[in-house]
């Protein structure tokens, strides 16, 4: 059964520089689900996310956020929930500490103790396994660990006002760049912080590692051509005939999906 529709796009599009990237999307996200988007590189896997975010201005179409239509980018007005988005490569402030990294939304928008934001990074970081870091800096960190601190900081939350939590996730390539281990821990974090009472319960996740879509799924959408080509749980990816997804999981150079150099 289908929860409460956090965020609905309609007949959302987005072209760039001339080229059009996503035509008419219409795409509902439930509280509780784990969503994952997929398709070849290029396709506009991100600029969903981007969209979702408010961080792009749509060409046509609307979005709905808790029912509300959401007028301009995040920094027009008001917005009904909090989204954290956790971009691809961490997007660490490399001249701030660990601790002033994952803080940084309650140093710079609270009335917060540094002292009570400290105990509360510390409490993010273990967390996500991270124990012990808070005064290093990015530099110090290896590429796992640079991708779970982005993990603390997106759902750092304020416990003085409810609005400052955020209410979904969304992860841009998680694993990209990732040793199968690695990949398999951020797979199994994901998972955890969503099952964590003090996580957030519902992402939306770009991927087009196998592992990644396999273990962190529920819902699947596959978007090629500006379209979502095909929709399905995750159980029915092997059970499909579409042939675009059967180009893709079988990564043959022959099929639908155009191939280029």
């Known amino acids: 059964m289908k929860g409460e529709p956090l965020i609905e796009l309609k007949n959302v599009s987005k072209s760039f520089g001339g080229y059009n990237i996503l035509d008419k999307i219409n795409l509902t996200i439930y509280r509780g689900e784990a969503l994952v988007i997929i398709g070849p590189s290029g396709t506009g896997k991100s600029t969903i996310l981007r969209l979702i975010a408010g961080l792009l201005p749509l060409d046509t179409g609307k979005i709905y956020i808790k029912g509300k239509e959401r007028k301009g980018i995040i920094e027009d007005g008001y917005q009904p929930m909090r989204i954290a988005l956790v971009f691809q490569q961490a997007a660490l402030f490399d001249s701030l500490t660990v601790d002033e990294n994952v803080g940084f939304f309650l140093y710079e928008h609270s009335q ?28 110090q960190l290896s590429g796992g660990m640079r991708k779970r601190v982005s993990f603390a900081r997106a759902l750092m939350s304020n416990p003085e006002n409810s609005l400052d939590n955020p209410e979904i996730v969304l992860y841009d390539e998680p694993t990209a760049g990732l040793d ?67 180009q893709f999981f079988n990564a043959s150079v022959k099929g639908p999906i155009r191939v280029t150099d």
């Open 180 to 246: 199968p281990i690695s990949s398999t821990v951020i797979e199994n974090l994901v998972r955890d912080l969503q099952n964590d009472s003090e996580g957030c319960g519902s992402y939306v996740m770009v991927s087009h590692q196998d592992s990644t879509i396999r273990r962190t799924a529920d819902r699947v959408i596959f978007l090629y051509g500006g379209k979502i080509q095909w929709e399905g749980k995750v159980n029915e990816i092997d059970s499909t005939n579409n042939p675009i997804v059967r």
């Open 112 to 139: 917060l103790s540094r002292s009570k934001i400290r105990k509360l990074v510390d409490k993010k970081l273990a967390m996500v396994g991270l124990h012990g870091i808070s005064d290093r800096y990015p530099s």
